[in-house]
């Protein structure tokens, strides 16, 4: 796991703990399947994370192979501490309950409720603002807009925006980019084997974009294409961009290719 053998060990611990926060979007499995690595290897010292009806998040996702374990583990961070740690950065999440994510979609209330954070780096010179949407949908963010008046000044000016539900069209929305403006860089994360990305996130009107040695003006990065994306803001508050291919990166590719074969296969029968 490379957060655990590259970065983690360079950190000083916060309450025992290197890895002080993580935020758990929703319950869904692709978003917490790695519980059990991050359990044994880097329990973090904070956990952000809903509360649902556990039955109720079964009936609704036929998926949950690892639904029960994080259920349990998330049942153990249940206390606000009483002093916070200097995070470096201001850290704040938004999110919609999720009844009121139900009183949009009941179908799509497990996405609708995702946790929506923005990150902004200050430095000496300049700051960077990151969006990460979670699998919120279309829907949810014009809710969450409306009924969080403190969210659409929050993300206004955002320089990365990390795309909505794998940046499928179900999660593009327009409201959500008035409210932001055009960020420089919109960052999907998505498997080698779907095609489903919005065409409109590499589009001018959506995003400022990087000039590359070349002349042409990249607006969007994918996992698919870049592998690992990290983005990095240094003490004058510009940020980089590195890109790696990891062996994580490697191994997913593979197992992703196996099961669009064996699928392919069963179909055939």
């Not at 025992?16 to 869904?28: A, D």
Request: glycine share 6%; charged share 25%; hydrophobic share 35%.
């Amino acid at each position: 796991m490379y957060l655990v053998e590259k970065e983690l060990p360079s950190i000083v611990p916060w309450n025992g703990r290197s890895l002080t926060k993580l935020i758990v979007t929703h319950p869904h499995d692709d978003h917490i399947g790695d519980v059990e690595t991050v359990k044994e290897k880097c329990p973090p010292a904070l956990l952000l994370h809903q509360k649902y009806d556990w039955e109720d998040v079964k009936t609704a996702e036929a998926d949950y192979d690892n639904l029960d374990t994080y259920r349990d583990w998330q049942n153990i961070y249940n206390t606000t501490p009483t002093v916070w740690p200097d995070w470096g950065m201001t850290i704040e999440s938004f999110m919609l309950t999720p009844d009121e994510a139900k009183a949009i979609n009941e179908a799509e209330y497990i996405n609708n409720s995702s946790i929506v954070t923005v990150a902004t780096f200050k430095g000496t010179q300049f700051q960077e603002k990151f969006v990460f949407g979670g699998d919120m949908e279309t829907a949810g963010w014009d809710a969450l807009l409306k009924l969080r008046p403190r969210f659409k000044e929050a993300v206004k000016g955002a320089d990365f925006y990390i795309t909505s539900h794998h940046g499928h069209e179900s999660g593009f929305s327009e409201a959500l980019f008035a409210a932001m403006g055009k960020p420089i860089m919109n960052i999907v994360s998505i498997h080698n084997n779907d095609d489903h990305i919005d065409p409109r996130y590499c589009q001018e009107a959506y995003a400022l974009g990087r000039r590359l040695p070349d002349g042409s003006t990249r607006r969007q990065m994918t996992t698919r294409k870049d592998g690992t994306i990290t983005i990095g803001v240094n003490d004058d508050g510009k940020y980089w961009i590195e890109t790696q291919r990891l062996l994580d990166n490697k191994v997913e590719q593979v197992a992703n290719d196996l099961s669009w074969i064996f699928e392919a296969m069963k179909s055939r029968r």
